[in-house]
C-alpha cells in the first residue's frame, strides 16, 4: 500500500523529534542524522549529532525515548512506502538548525549510511 501522505506527515514528525533531540543535546549543533534500518523482521535505529564538526553519537538510552519513538515512526513509514513492490531497506533522515531536512532511502545494502566510530570510523554516516 502507498500512502504518501501518511509518509510525509511520519517523516516530519520524525524530523521533528530529531531537531528536538538535538537541541536538547546542544543548542550551538550543527547537523543530526537519524538512521533506520529493517529488513522487515529486525530493526535497529541511531542517531548522530554533529557540533563543532565533530560526531556524536547518542545512546538510544540517553534519548529520553526520542529514538524507540523516531524507530516506531520509521516502521510505519516503511509500511506506508511500496517503491515498485519493494519495501526500503534502510533509511537516513538529516535536519539542520534552520528545520530543513532531507529523507534518503536504500533497498539493498543494509551497511549503506552506517554511523559508527568503531575501527577509527568517523561516527558520520558513509
Known amino acids: ?7 510525509s506527515r511520519l ?3 520524525i524530523a521533528g523529534t530529531l531537531v528536538g533531540l538535538a537541541g536538547d543535546f546542544d543548542p550551538a549543533w550543527e547537523r543530526a542524522w537519524f538512521r533506520f534500518e529493517s529488513d522487515g523482521n529486525n530493526t535497529s535505529a541511531n542517531t548522530t549529532i554533529e557540533k563543532n564538526g565533530e560526531a556524536w553519537l547518542i545512546p538510544t538510552t540517553s534519548s529520553g ?5 523516531m524507530s516506531e515512526l520509521a516502521e510505519q513509514m516503511r509500511e506506508h512506502l511500496d517503491f515498485a513492490g519493494r519495501k526500503f531497506r534502510v533509511a537516513l533522515v538529516e535536519v539542520q538548525p534552520d528545520l530543513k531536512f532531507m529523507i534518503e532511502y536504500e533497498f539493498d545494502d543494509p551497511n549503506r549510511w552506517r554511523m559508527t566510530k568503531l575501527g577509527g570510523a568517523s561516527g558520520f554516516p558513509k
Do not use: L, N, P, Q
Not at 1 to 7: H, L, Q
Open 11 to 13: 517523516t516530519i514528525e
Open 65 to 69: 525515548g526520542r529514538v524507540r519513538s
Open 1 to 7: 500500500m502507498i500512502d504518501k501522505e501518511e509518509a
